[in-house]
């Protein structure tokens, strides 16, 4: 049986709630030109719009509360960085970006993505599927390497690494190798 939704208006009203203890309306809330707070910028609003950085600061000590150690945000991200998140993920800089917000307000617009080619975003649209996705992500043995050597001597590692039986034992001998350079 699937779970709840993680980020959704319920959520979302506890989170404003709970952080307007610590934090003021100007850190949460956008202001319009005539002095109301808003949580997001209406499509057809037509006064000066604002940017608010503050929040995602709050948005990230109020969720990891619910999944320690791993950072998460409640918004999807745009076409224009499907293949940077995924070249981060691939490099090994990042995990992943999760967006723990299936319904996003503002619509899809197109940007709503389950997740990238390679996973470097996904969306999470129930917790089971986030803590799966964590499960996975800490049982996998995965190593980091990274290098800046010739061709030539790349070769000549992978060679000697080669000389191993199983694909395994070429992956340990080749990463010693280029650990010892």
């Not at 009203?13 to 030109?33: M, N, S, V």
């Amino acid at each position: 049986m699937m779970g709840p939704r993680l980020w959704n208006r319920d959520e979302e009203r506890a989170f404003f709630g709970k952080t307007l203890e610590i934090a003021t309306p100007e850190q949460l809330f956008y202001l319009t030109d005539d002095g109301r707070f808003l949580a997001y910028w209406p499509k057809k609003y037509k006064g000066k719009k604002t940017t608010l950085q503050s929040r995602n600061a709050f948005i990230g000590s109020y969720t990891e509360k619910w999944v320690k150690d791993i950072i998460i945000g409640n918004t999807p991200i745009t076409k224009t960085y499907y293949r940077k998140v995924d070249f981060l993920k691939k490099a090994g800089i990042i995990q992943g970006f999760y967006s723990v917000n299936p319904d996003p307000l503002d619509g899809t617009n197109g940007n709503n993505i389950k997740s990238t080619q390679y996973g470097g975003f996904l969306r999470v649209d129930v917790v089971e599927e986030l803590y799966d996705s964590i499960r996975t992500l800490v049982s996998e043995k995965n190593e980091f390497f990274s290098s800046m050597i010739s061709k030539a001597e790349l070769g000549r590692l992978i060679e000697i690494a080669d000389e191993e039986p199983t694909y395994e034992k070429k992956a340990e001998r080749f990463l010693t190798l280029l650990r010892g350079i």
